[in-house]
């Protein structure tokens, strides 16, 4: 156990700043709704009136207690109970909750950047599943012109409009593309020019070539998943038992059933002593909290990773957690998303890509090739990729109290770009009433 030395560097106390050392200060922006507790600039907004018609998962709620890491698993069966029902939703929260505990720089003369704390995710899931008595279109539009105005009012934001800012968007970047009539941004889209220089952070970063997005500075953050550990300490303990867990499945599938994934499902089928299938026949009731995961995802050596509803999965996120090898129908979507935390030229290395076994042999061409294949991939190989995986965990989570987690990991990686960018965001300054073009989208060479 050895190598498990190797996470104490990168472990380091960072107490008192976990945000890598960066201060941010957070903009207060209007309030939405009296009846809604508004501090550290934005509106908590009860999950009930957030997902009251969310029929795939009525256990949602659960997951916005404990600073939105959801219940503790008080159990014995996990090292020091490290395990959360955490929803893959409330990653937002999750940043605004450290970033006004840790990270918060209580003057704007002493900030190195600033938090838009606009709940784009919230008001995109109130208005779809949530209390629609309140989360009327009419009143989000209100309010997000009042955002706007207040931004515009801010020395902060018309020094080089926005360009210093960031906006934490919480969902999936796709719940955002812009309608095709874009003559009338008048409410939350990743195509709004008035947010063009802002950095936005999502789960899933906009195609590369969107026609109606244009370059947006957007970055992908790892999905919440069900690990969230404290101590460097609590980092190793979870790491040696990762490690030492009997692994009694080669491959595994947890998943809905899609068009897309008939083969996929036909084949493990056909193979139950190579393919483990857990199918979710219920969503989310099935497959996203930690009972049926995390135990499955651990007792196994390979995880398949199908496309998902959209082309990253959370379920990506849930196996490296529990060291189990993802195995890609597709790698460009987790290049392009992820590259701050599991490096394009990093990826062959903790994930079997769709190229490793040949054009001919992936789940997107031949999956019992595949499933043949990594039954008969030597144990020494499988072993030393589960040690790169468990290596990159600390810094695919969300820690409780900070330290070397994701947000640490973006933040260290956002300063080096803005260090290293040459050309800067230029100051774009636009006038409520009248803008509305947007840059334009790079074309295909």
């Known amino acids: 156990m050895l190598f498990l030395l190797l996470l104490l560097p990168m472990l380091r106390d960072t107490?008192?700043?976990?945000?890598?050392?960066?201060?941010?200060?957070?903009?207060?922006?209007?309030?939405?709704?009296?009846?809604?507790?508004?501090?550290n600039g934005w509106p908590h907004i009860p999950c009930?009136?957030?997902?009251?018609?969310?029929?795939?998962?009525?256990?949602?709620?659960?997951?916005?207690?404990?600073n939105y890491l959801g219940e503790r698993q008080n159990t014995t069966t996990y090292e020091r109970s490290m395990i959360w029902n955490t929803w893959m939703n409330s990653f937002g929260p999750i940043w605004y909750e450290r970033i006004a505990q840790e990270c918060r720089a209580r003057t704007s003369e002493t900030a190195d950047f600033f938090l838009v704390p606009y709940p784009a995710a919230e008001f995109f899931m109130?208005?779809?599943?949530?209390?629609?008595?309140?989360?009327?279109?009419?009143?989000?539009?209100?309010?997000?012109?009042?955002?706007?105005?207040?931004?515009?009012?801010?020395?902060?934001?018309?020094?080089?409009?926005?360009?210093?800012?960031?906006?934490?968007?919480?969902?999936n970047s796709p719940d955002f593309y812009p309608p095709?009539?874009?003559?009338?941004?008048?409410?939350?889209?990743?195509?709004?020019?008035?947010?063009?220089?802002?950095?936005?952070?999502?789960?899933?970063?906009?195609?590369?070539?969107?026609?109606?997005?244009?370059?947006?500075?957007?970055?992908?953050?790892?999905?919440?998943s069900f690990l969230h550990v404290d101590t460097p300490e609590e980092a190793i303990a979870w790491a040696a038992y990762a490690e030492a867990h009997t692994r009694k499945y080669v491959t595994t599938l947890i998943a809905g059933r899609r068009p897309w994934r008939t083969r996929l499902f036909a084949a493990c089928e056909a193979s139950p002593d190579t393919c483990h299938l857990v199918e979710c026949k219920?969503?989310?009731?099935?497959?996203?909290?930690?009972?049926?995961?995390?135990?499955?995802?651990?007792?196994?050596?390979?995880?398949?990773?199908?496309l998902g509803d959209q082309p990253t999965r959370r379920a990506y996120f849930d196996a490296l957690q529990a060291a189990c090898i993802p195995v890609l129908q597709a790698s460009e979507p987790y290049e392009r998303n992820y590259e701050w935390f599991t490096p394009t030229r990093h990826l062959k290395q903790i994930a079997i890509t769709p190229d490793a076994f040949g054009h001919n042999c992936s789940l997107a061409t031949n999956i019992t090739c595949t499933l043949q294949r990594l039954n008969e991939m030597p144990g020494g190989a499988i072993t030393q990729m589960r040690r790169r995986i468990i290596?990159?965990?600390?810094?695919?989570?969300?820690?409780?109290?900070?330290?070397?987690d994701a947000i640490q990991t973006f933040f260290h990686y956002l300063k080096k770009v803005r260090a290293s960018d040459k050309n800067p965001p230029s100051p774009y300054r636009l006038n409520q009433t009248t803008a509305t073009t947007r840059p334009e989208a790079k074309k295909r060479k």
């Not at 952070?201 to 109606?212: A, D, G, I, M, Q």
């Not at 009972?291 to 007792?299: E, F, G, I, K, R």
């Not at 290596?391 to 070397?404: E, T, V």
Request: charged residues 20%; positive net charge; aromatic residues 14%.
């Open 391 to 404: 290596n990159i965990i600390p810094s695919l989570g969300y820690a409780r109290a900070g330290g070397h």
């Open 282 to 306: 219920h969503g989310c009731h099935d497959c996203c909290t930690y009972q049926q995961v995390a135990p499955t995802y651990l007792s196994s050596h390979f995880c398949l990773m199908p």
């Open 180 to 224: 095709r009539d874009t003559s009338d941004f008048n409410f939350f889209h990743l195509g709004d020019p008035f947010w063009f220089n802002v950095t936005q952070v999502t789960s899933e970063v906009p195609l590369k070539y969107h026609p109606r997005i244009g370059n947006t500075h957007t970055y992908g953050v790892p999905y919440t």
């Open 48 to 66: 009930w009136d957030l997902i009251r018609g969310f029929q795939a998962d009525t256990s949602s709620c659960d997951g916005y207690t404990n």
């Open 126 to 171: 109130g208005h779809r599943w949530g209390n629609r008595q309140v989360m009327t279109m009419p009143r989000i539009i209100e309010y997000y012109q009042k955002v706007r105005e207040y931004l515009l009012s801010t020395p902060e934001w018309r020094r080089c409009g926005g360009c210093d800012h960031i906006l934490i968007i919480g969902r």
């Open 15 to 39: 107490r008192g700043n976990t945000c890598d050392g960066v201060r941010i200060f957070i903009h207060d922006l209007p309030r939405f709704d009296p009846k809604y507790n508004h501090t």
